[in-house]
Nanobody, 116 residues
Framework: QVQLVESGGGLVQTGGSLRLSCAAS????????MGWFRQAPGKDREYVAS????????HYADFGKGRFTISRDNAQNTVYLQMNALKPEDTAVYYCNALTGVGPFWGQGTQVTVSS
């Protein structure tokens, strides 16, 4: 069982920045591929970004390229999502995801609201 706790969400104006954090429990964090997803009201949950466990290579949804940066600190069991140049359409609940050998785990989510 892996517990994930997100933080860092909030209300920001268009063009602003936020840094989300996700703290994971357990000793095997460095072996997990970590990701961020988001879900806006009335929409399906969608992929935002992920970072590979072994290579540290990051991947992004098209809407996040050039604006979002995912990173991880294996010593702190934490993954981050730096979001810049935020837009109202980025408003959503952001969820942290851990892909482990026994399946995926999810955090409870953190609300991001971008005002126009």
């Amino acid at each position: 069982q892996v517990q994930l706790v997100e933080s860092g969400g909030g209300l920001v104006q268009t063009g602003g920045s936020l840094r989300l954090s996700c703290a994971a429990s357990g000793r095997a964090f460095s072996g997990y591929t970590m990701g961020w997803f988001r879900q806006a009201p009335g929409k399906d949950r969608e992929y935002v970004a992920s970072i590979n466990s072994n290579t540290g290579i990051a991947h992004y949804a098209d809407f996040g390229k050039g604006r979002f940066t995912i990173s991880r600190d294996n010593a702190q069991n934490t993954v981050y999502l730096q979001m810049n140049a935020l837009k109202p359409e980025d408003t959503a609940v952001y969820y942290c995801n851990a892909l482990t050998g026994v399946g995926p785990f999810w955090g409870q989510g953190t609300q991001v609201t971008v005002s126009s």
